[in-house]
């Protein structure tokens, strides 16, 4: 298994709600990251999980909660959102902590 | 601190002609180098990686780059474009920083268009 799936490939949200976002992989990787991509903007880091620790976390507002809770599993918990939040979320993982990252296909966010 | 520059965020050719994406790089410490692509509605694909080894790099579908290390540059190519190859394609920089993890930076994306 090669790949890191996310689910669900699209959600819609209210600003409200409460939602989570999945990242699964079982390639044995130990990094793993959250990335946020606008519309024709490059992605932006958002988190970084090492051995199920938080490594890196880029100044990103508490509304957006991540967690590991094993090496295989990444979530990202989403509460009182805002429309300017709407984008693609994207997970990758690697081996460890060096360059060389493998993507998922991404969740499109939509906060209404 | 690591920066990408891409040259031309919209670059059009000719099905069957060469394509040649620009990328420059800036870098205190050697670099580790990357060309991804993305498909609309899609997650990154990894072309290919420079990591110090050779520097023409020969990755997925055709497609290969070379580190020039007196130009800082990092330019993709492909000798002949396939309408299948009509994508975003991002150049992104990773280096270790003072806390000793690797970040990458990416470049702000070149959209490729494959004319008939």
């Excluded at chain 2, 870098?27 to 023409?56: H, I, M, R």
């Amino acid at each position: 298994d090669t790949e890191v799936t996310q689910t669900p490939k699209h959600l819609v949200m209210g600003m409200t709600n409460k939602k989570s976002l999945k990242c699964e992989q079982h390639m044995g990787h130990r990094a793993m990251y959250w990335y946020k991509q606008k519309a024709k903007k490059p992605p932006e880091l958002m988190f970084v999980y090492s051995y199920e620790k938080l490594s890196i976390n880029e100044s990103v507002p508490s509304r957006f909660s991540p967690e590991c809770p094993n090496s295989s599993l990444l979530n990202l918990h989403l509460h009182a959102l805002q429309p300017e939040d709407s984008a693609l979320y994207l997970c990758a993982s690697s081996q460890d902590l060096r360059p060389g990252y493998t993507f998922g296909s991404g969740t499109r966010l939509t906060v209404v | 601190a690591q920066s990408v520059t891409q040259l031309g965020s919209h670059v059009s050719v000719s099905e069957g002609a060469l394509v040649l994406l620009r990328c420059n790089y800036s870098s205190s410490v050697p670099p580790y180098l990357f060309w991804y692509v993305q498909y609309p509605n899609q997650g990154l694909q990894l072309l290919l990686k420079y990591t110090s080894a050779a520097t023409l790099v020969k990755g997925i579908n055709g497609f290969e780059a070379e580190f020039k290390k007196s130009e800082t540059s990092f330019h993709l190519t492909k000798p002949s474009a396939h309408m299948s190859d009509a994508a975003e394609y991002f150049c992104a920089v990773s280096a270790k920083g003072t806390s000793g993890t690797y970040k990458y930076i990416f470049g702000t994306g070149t959209r490729l268009k494959v004319l008939a």
